[in-house]
């Protein structure tokens, strides 16, 4: 815990990790949360950074904007101790804003490459990451990293309203439908200990996840939503992904493949904050995409799910089983 107080930018003028500043929520450097922006590694528990690509949609574009925005929309998270949790998680996680993974993108068949490297130079220092999409194909480098990292296959818990495991044998495509579909076939994932959360688009072949959607969420109840997660999941090391399109589109109109009939947010939070039994690896939150977004609900609801997710690390932390 750091005594120090900065008034105004402390992502840049903090020199410790730890500790939160003094802002205008109006004002200031937009890192996320005002984490400090930095690329020194030592010390550090939780890495966020974005990943800017909107390249691989079947739809609207967009997502390229969604990091920046879930900035921005952080800001009040950083004002106050985050709702429910009743503490400052800065004060015992070291979190820093890494910025954003830098990639080519008019050299297509580097992209993906990028991404793992980005990844594993971030894992490579200890701490786990938190990432910000970008569309979903995102995912599928990060998690060929955190499969190199903490062993393979791993569990996937998996927010959205599509499956993404339609299929798509070549190697070289950048689709946002097919990740999952690759990471079955790659072994990246184990589908019995997989969890696809709030699905409603129809797939013929599911590829063996385990699948509660959206109907079956709002008909059995959130507290249910939860139990299944945790007897299907286990002790096993999970990757968690939260495509934002999961929550209905009256909740996150800013997105680029809406699907009526999705999750509130209120139902996605606390689920979300109910995680912490899990053995969670590696976290992100995907497909916001600011341009279609109304006053920012979208970018504020994927703003909420991360600060979550960073709230289960501290207590992972405290525990000391992070």
Known sequence: MSDEMIYGDGAIRRQGLYGSSIENTYAGVL???RRNYSRNLEGVDVVVSGIPLDLSV???????????????????????????????????????????CWFDAHNPLTIKPSIIEHARTILASGAKMLTFGGDHYVTYPLLIAHAEKYGKPLALLHFDAHCDTWPDDSPDSLNH??????????????????????????????????????????????????????????????????????????????TGTPVPGGLSTAQALKIIRNLGDLNIVGMDVVEVAPSYDQSEITALAAAHIACDMLCLMRNKKVEGKL
């Open 31 to 33: 890192s996320f949360m």
């Open 58 to 100: 079947t739809f609207r574009s967009g997502a390229r904007m969604g990091p920046q925005a879930i900035r921005a929309a952080s800001v009040q998270l950083a004002e106050l101790k985050p709702y429910p949790w009743g503490f400052d998680p800065f004060d015992d996680l070291a979190v820093v804003d890494y910025g954003d």
């Open 177 to 254: 439908g097919t990740m999952f579909y690759k990471a079955v076939k790659e072994g990246l994932i184990d589908p019995k200990k997989s969890v696809q959360v709030g699905i409603r688009t129809w797939n013929d072949d599911f590829m063996g996840l385990n699948v509660l959607g959206a109907p079956w969420v709002h008909d059995n109840g959130v507290d249910a939503t939860i139990a299944e997660i945790k007897k299907t999941i286990g002790d096993a090391p999970v990757y968690v992904t939260f495509d934002i399109d999961c929550l209905d589109p009256s909740a996150a109109p800013g």
